[in-house]
């Protein structure tokens, strides 16, 4: 279900993990909290492709995820822009997909902006070369996405 207050997102997932989405057309990343939503960790990237919803539903069970964070990238004026659309269908799929398999979960939206450029500063280092890095980026833009919104839970 696809929640606009922030509170019932919160009521919702309260004392449980919550994992985040960074949409891109080809991949997607993932990163997930602990219980109290006071750590966030990288967790991997997922190929946008037919088996995404499966594959995505598998691991929201196997983790037992009770709510869903996604990444929206505003323009620097909040306005919306056709990522965001994009983003948007993508995440109604997702919430009808899982209605459909008796697996509801509360779907939240959180601003994306410069996640990416951010994510690419903070993992120059860590990877031996920039082909595992592009690899690898997706998930650390979730982190960091999912960072910001527990920092605005304090």
């Not at 997932?13 to 109290?36: E, H, P, Y």
Request: aromatic letters at 10%.
């Amino acid at each position: 279900m696809l929640i606009r207050n922030i509170k019932e997102f919160l009521e919702k997932t309260f004392q449980k993990k919550i994992i985040c989405l960074d949409i891109g057309k080809v991949k997607i990343g993932l990163a997930m909290s602990d219980l109290d939503k006071k750590i966030s960790t990288p967790f991997k990237v997922m190929k946008r492709d037919a088996n995404f919803f499966p594959n995505l539903k598998k691991v929201l069970v196997d983790f037992e995820i009770s709510g869903i964070l996604v990444g929206l990238p505003l323009n620097s004026d909040l306005s919306k822009n056709k990522m965001c659309h994009f983003i948007e269908d993508m995440s109604k799929n997702l919430d009808t997909f899982l209605k459909k398999n008796k697996y509801e979960l509360p779907i939240f939206f959180w601003d994306e902006s410069y996640t990416s450029i951010e994510a690419v500063d903070l993992t120059k280092n860590l990877f031996k070369n920039q082909k595992k890095q592009k690899k690898e980026i997706d998930k650390y833009a979730a982190n960091i996405i999912l960072k910001d919104f527990i920092s605005n839970l304090e």
